[in-house]
């Protein structure tokens, strides 16, 4: 593997003989790849998976690569690939804000090489939504004209997410949002845990399995959730959107640091030790550029940790005033149970057009972030809409 692949953790539970069985609730888009993995005649060479957050698009993509690598009774080479430490195998899971030109076109140079082992070679590249168009046109021939043994499998959240161009060049398998009483079983069944906190859970992560587990298993998490819907609903004006804001970003940057310290801490030690170097020792000259790419690494990794927990943030704003406009027009099917009676209260206070113009501000904002915009800013801009009910 070189440095634009990353290896891919083999979900905990899964049978590696049968790689499928890690794929929880697409029986449709299982059949389909299923029967693609097993007539090369009819394979089609570049595929895009959709599907919402939590839906399981990179599972599924690696339980294909899995089908597609190896011999359907070679337990070892499944396992590998769902590993992700196959040497057939290509997989770029982006650490930062967007997939770079340099990462593309490594990917694509690996995509020309022969198989080594296996019966394919497969290239996945999750997040394909993080392309600029710039990152998007190093794809396109690979993708229109790859070697006969070579497959590539993109995931997004929608097709609308990619260029128009690439497409054309792709064949599209859209994934099913799971309900939530499925997902709550399955979380049940995966932790043990309280079967009210995993429909809780599964409820509020809106069907993303990865955060509904995270939620049902993580009472701090649920914590902070309720605390931030509540603060946004308490924001009254100007001074109270700068507060709110900074706690946000306060938040979301204390659950990223949770998340990314301990890899990081972990990934700097193994550098270490394979450098020679014990703990502790001082770091020669001649090799603390490696240490600074690996630090360089971990910061583009931390500011897309902080960003994608904002995104989060907003996620569940957008679930919140969602809940609002649906009870303006006579819905009572809300995500936020918890807070039935404050957001009944709002729904009675404005009118449904002042609930569409802070859902679009919130829409704006997520936009906003992915093109870099400073964090608190665009969250103090999008508050006072939400306190004002008009765009600044």
Known sequence: MDATTTAVPATAGSDAAVPWGAVWGQDDAVAALRAAASHPADMTHAWLITGPPGSGRSTLAYAFAAALIAEPDDVNAMRQVLAGTHPDLAALRTEGVIISIKEARALVERSYFSPSLGRYR??????????????SNVLLKALEEPPERTVWVLCAPSDADLLPTIRS????????????????????????????????SARHAQRH???AQRLATDAPARERRDETLRAVLGVRGVGGAV?????????????????????????????????????GGAVPPAVRSQLSALEDDQKRRATRSLRDGIDRVLTDLQ?????VLMLQYGRTDLINLELDAELRGLAAAWPADRT??????????????????????????????????RTP
């Open 356 to 389: 569409l113009v802070v859902l679009d501000r919130i829409a704006e904002t997520r936009r906003n972030l992915e093109q870099n915009v400073a964090p608190a800013l665009a969250l103090e801009s999008m508050l006072v809409t939400v306190a004002s009910g």
């Open 319 to 323: 679930s919140m005033f969602r809940d």
């Open 169 to 200: 060049r792709v064949r599209t398998l859209r994934l099913r949002d799971p309900e939530v009483a499925d997902v709550a079983r399955l979380i049940v069944q995966r932790t043990g845990v309280d079967p009210a906190i995993a429909e809780q």
């Open 122 to 135: 497969v290239i996945v590249m999750e997040d394909a939504d993080r392309m600029s168009e710039r990152t």
């Open 209 to 211: 399995i990865g955060m």
């Open 243 to 279: 507060e709110v804001a900074g706690r946000i970003v306060q938040l979301a940057t204390d659950d990223a640091k949770t998340l990314t310290v301990e890899r990081d801490e972990a990934e700097r030690s193994s550098l270490l030790r394979t450098l020679g170097i014990p703990e």
